[in-house]
């Protein structure tokens, strides 16, 4: 078992920064690519960023290269996302995800958080 527990968000005024952490617990060392989803209000849930477990970042979302940085640590089983130059199009939940192969689709998830809002406004 593998539990994903979010957190960080908050409300941010645009420009902004936010730093989220998603903290694993249980089986952690059978995971390798750790990543991070978001859907805004009326939307899908869309890709942002993935990490590998050697530390290999998977290409960012157009919609934040640049701006957000993934990292992770794995003695602490923990996965982060630096949120920088916040934009009101950032508002989402974000979540954490986690599989044990390599991937960047929402359907090659095994596991998830629960998602932690992050609220940009003008």
């Known amino acids: 078992q593998v539990q994903l527990v979010e957190s960080g968000g908050g409300l941010v005024q645009a420009g902004g920064s936010l730093r989220l952490a998603c903290a694993a617990s249980g089986w952690f060392y059978d995971i390798d690519t750790m990543g991070w989803f978001r859907q805004a209000p009326g939307k899908e849930r869309e890709f942002v960023a993935a990490?590998?477990?050697?530390?290999?970042?998977?290409p960012y979302a157009d919609s934040v290269k640049g701006r957000f940085t993934i990292s992770r640590d794995n003695a602490k089983n923990t996965m982060f996302l630096q949120m920088n130059s916040l934009k009101p199009e950032d508002t989402a939940v974000y979540y954490c995800?986690?599989?044990?192969?390599?991937?960047?689709?929402?359907?090659?998830?095994?596991?998830w958080g629960k998602g932690t809002l992050v609220t940009v406004s003008s």
């Open positions: 990490i590998r477990r050697s530390g290999g970042t998977i």
């Open positions: 995800a986690a599989s044990r192969y390599f991937s960047n689709a929402a359907s090659g998830m095994n596991y």
